[in-house]
T-cell receptor, first 114, second 115 residues
Framework: EAEVAQSPRYKITEKSQAVAFWCDPI?????LYWYRQILGQGPELLVQ????????DSQLPKDRFSAERLKGVDSTLKIQPAELGDSAMYLC????????????FGPGTRLTVT | AQSVTQPDIHITVSEGASLELRCNYS??????LFWYVQSPGQGLQLLLK??????LVQGIKGFEAEFKRSQSSFNLRKPSVHWSDAAEYFC?????????????FGKGTKLSVKP
């Protein structure tokens, strides 16, 4: 069964350092999402791609976060510089697109900023 | 603004007992509704979804949910809980307008199962 891949699974970094997360969606899925999930909360959307284009990054803290999906396949989310409040689970999801298609989630990257 | 409310933060049930997890939403039109389950340290797995039609939907692992428009609810049920059902459960609604496909999640309900 096809799955969404994410790496690394765990990352510990010091504040003010740069950190990057990688996501490989299910083959053929045009839409890719990055979510942030703070402990004890539900996921919140950071950025949504349709192919290689950003369609929603309204909740992305653009002063320190960036995301790209250059060839419309895999994607990278970067934080620079990391802050203590960025400690969270970062989830990637993909779908065929549109409201009627379910999102498939990867295992996530657990980030701890010290 | 759209929102999803899961009133119960933590529920404990005995193995073999029935389960109902509550979800209420605010939404202008007919919502797209989802239930996801998350095991510790893992991503989310879709249990079931409602788009239209029959208001009682069946999902994986023996779960079902009923859409009640009059109550703005989409409660998740299971007749007999297994120890492996212990996890966190999230209700979500597809966002109205804006970008297609974005989900608004509730804060989750953590389910513990007593032997």
């Amino acid at each position: 069964e096809a799955e969404v891949a994410q790496s690394p699974r765990y990352k510990i970094t010091e504040k003010s350092q740069a950190v990057a997360f990688w996501c490989d969606p299910i083959s053929g899925h045009a839409t890719l999402y990055w979510y942030r999930q703070i402990l004890g909360q539900g996921p919140e959307l950071l950025v949504q791609f349709q192919d290689e284009s950003v369609v929603d990054d309204s909740q992305l803290p653009k002063d320190r976060f960036s995301a790209e999906r250059l060839k419309g396949v895999d994607s990278t989310l970067k934080i620079q510089p990391a802050e203590l409040g960025d400690s969270a689970m970062y989830l990637c999801a993909s779908s065929l697109g549109g409201r009627s298609y379910e999102q498939y989630f990867g295992p996530g990257t657990r980030l701890t900023v010290t | 603004a759209q929102s999803v409310t899961q009133p119960d933060i933590h529920i404990t049930v005995s193995e073999g007992a029935s389960l109902e997890l509550r979800c209420n939403y605010s939404y202008g039109a007919t919502p797209y509704l989802f239930w996801y389950v998350q095991s510790p340290g893992q991503g989310l797995q879709l249990l079931l979804k409602y788009f239209s039609g029959d208001t009682l939907v069946q999902g994986i692992k023996g779960f079902e949910a009923e859409f009640k428009r009059s109550q703005s609810s989409f409660n998740l049920r299971k007749p007999s809980v297994h120890w492996s059902d212990a996890a966190e459960y999230f209700c979500a609604v597809g966002e109205e307008g804006g970008s297609q496909g974005n989900l608004i999640f509730g804060k989750g309900t953590k389910l513990s199962v007593k032997p």
